[in-house]
């Protein structure tokens, strides 16, 4: 069923140890450079690219990537999935209790605005 190419099977093993053991040496700008976020999601394409061979399905999946990392489980985004009683009781957010008072006077602003 599978025809594993033997130079594949080495050049993964050699991907895995020098992933994990080559130092490159790199100077604090290539380091500052590397955590740039239009670089990493260059590198990330690159190596997604590589698995999926087409372009659309590559961005489709780097987008998805995106969206699940920095606003789904990004806690300081506003659009994050977690609670906010749950970030502040698990001492992620200090200002709950701040942000619960503003909801507060704002409904009762848009209420006295309204209705009155």
């Given at each position: ?16 140890v020098g992933a994990?053991?080559l130092d490159f ?19 990330l394409f690159a ?70």
């Amino acid at each position: 069923m599978f025809d594993l190419d033997p130079l594949f099977v080495i050049s993964m093993i050699l991907m895995q140890v020098g992933a994990r053991y080559l130092d490159f040496g790199l100077t604090d700008f290539q380091q500052k450079l590397i955590k740039n976020n239009f670089v990493q999601a260059t590198i990330l394409f690159a190596i997604i690219y590589i698995a999926v061979r087409d372009i659309l399905k590559t961005t489709l999946i780097v987008a998805l990537i995106y969206l699940i990392i920095y606003v789904l489980f990004n806690e300081k985004h506003k659009l994050n999935i977690y609670s906010k009683r749950w970030l502040y009781n698990e001492g992620i957010i200090k200002e709950y209790e701040d942000l619960k008072n503003k909801y507060y006077e704002k409904i009762t602003k848009i209420k006295n605005e309204y209705y009155i």
